[in-house]
């Protein structure tokens, strides 16, 4: 693995990610245009932003909005690593998410929201280096922000579930059915609801018990069971079914069946 390497997916153009093990690395003033959100996992860095300097120690999180001075230097000595992800502006405004406005200025976190923030930072991180679905990926990416921006519970929204709710979800649920095999994406989901993804997320997963990516999978990993009775080969079946690639759709089929493809097939 490169020193520093970034990971994007094409279908989410808004957003970046970047893990850096390079201990020696420093960061002279600079800023970016996206709002930059980092996980310290080994070692420790001074930060300075806007005049006050910041010990930031393994396990903690950070946050810079857009176009906010900042500048890091790693502890002597030490085995710096970290990861960042990069979100542009446009698309936390379409999100649609009450109190983004916090993310405008920047803050380390406290011990247990910095937990449960970095459980959701690292599925993310996870899921874009992975190659996992666009779906996945940004579904995780708003879950984060949103566990960013609470303050309380009383924070949390708590949505309706009334028959134009039930029309959104039975939607996706349609359209989930009819492209399971396809890589599907939050904004189209947005397309065909006219509902903002966030709110998407949260009505689907209040019906369904599942975000919609794992829904998606359930259909895969069940059609992938019917064509893996016809003797298919794996490897086909798994293109077929939208994985990025076999050892991907192993794991899937592992994690929801309790045996990976292969043995599936021979017992049949």
């Known amino acids: 693995m490169a020193d520093v390497t970034f990971y994007r997916d094409v279908a989410l153009p808004f957003l970046e990610a970047k893990r850096c093990r390079k201990s ?3 960061y002279q003033k600079h800023f970016h245009e996206e709002l930059s959100i980092g996980l310290i996992d080994e070692g420790e860095t001074q930060a300075w932003c806007e005049g006050l300097l910041w010990r930031v120690e393994s396990g903690r999180m950070i946050n810079f909005p857009p176009h906010m001075l900042h500048a890091c230097q790693p502890a002597a000595n030490a085995n710096w690593k970290y990861n960042m992800l990069f979100i542009k502006p ?4 379409q999100i649609e998410l009450p109190h983004i406005h916090r993310l405008q200025i920047p803050f ?3 011990d247990g929201k910095n937990k449960a923030c970095s459980q959701l930072f690292n599925q993310t991180m996870e899921s874009l280096t992975r190659n996992e679905s666009s779906l996945e990926i940004e579904t995780s990416l708003i879950e984060l922000v949103h566990m960013l921006i609470i303050k309380h519970d009383s924070d949390l929204v708590h949505e309706p579930y009334g028959a134009l709710e039930q029309k959104y979800v039975k939607r996706v649920m349609e359209y989930i059915h009819a492209h399971f095999k396809d890589r ?3 904004e189209k989901l947005e397309q ?3 509902a903002s993804r966030y709110h998407l997320i949260r009505l689907f997963k209040k ?3 599942l975000p919609p990516h794992a ?3 359930l259909l895969r990993i069940n059609y992938a069971k019917i064509e893996l009775k016809k ?3 794996i490897a086909q079946i798994a293109v077929d079914t939208g994985f990025y690639d076999q050892s991907h759709f192993t794991k899937v089929f592992a994690k929801i069946v309790g045996a990976t493809p292969q043995t599936y097939a021979i017992s049949i």
């Open 90 to 93: 446009e698309w936390l405004e």
């Open 192 to 194: 065909e609801t006219g």
């Open 108 to 110: 380390l976190l406290e």
């Open 215 to 217: 829904y998606q999978n």
């Open 231 to 233: 003797r298919r080969p």
């Open 207 to 209: 019906s369904t018990h």
């Open 184 to 186: 599907i994406t939050l």
């Open 24 to 26: 020696d690395l420093a």
